[in-house]
């Protein structure tokens, strides 16, 4: 499996934005369909962005479509989650995932084989 770690988490007001990062060890980034999901106290792990290999297809939750960007740089090895116009029901605890037999991206969290330990998002009001 891949090793995922999450970064670029931490405290912004209502309205402002975040980048988080999506790294990669062990293996090629590139080879796997990511997605980033997201858990609060108040809900469960649910569905955020994804992007497949070679970013031929993306997809957004509705709730973030048109604020929410997903990109990866394979070069890099990393995947990233531009968050605009936060909302404080955007506070949760984000986690990206991997999978490299997606073809297309799931919004299921049982189809990714490997995840990250999270980063928190925290939005004020």
């Known amino acids: 499996q891949v090793q995922l770690v999450e970064s670029g988490g931490g405290l912004v007001q209502a309205g402002g934005s975040l980048r988080l990062s999506c790294t990669a060890s062990g293996r090629t980034l590139g080879d796997y369909t990511v997605c980033w999901f997201r858990q609060s106290p108040e809900i469960e792990r649910e569905f955020v962005a994804a992007?497949?290999?070679?970013?031929?297809?993306?997809g957004y939750a509705d709730s973030v479509k048109g604020r929410f960007t997903i990109s990866r740089d394979d070069a890099e090895n990393a995947v990233w989650l531009l968050m605009d116009s936060l909302k404080p029901e955007d506070t949760a605890v984000y986690y990206c995932a991997a999978d490299p037999y997606l073809a297309y991206y799931s919004p299921n969290r049982r189809a990714y084989e490997s995840w990250g330990q999270g980063t928190q998002v925290t939005v004020s009001s």
């Open positions: 992007i497949s290999r070679s970013s031929s297809s993306r």
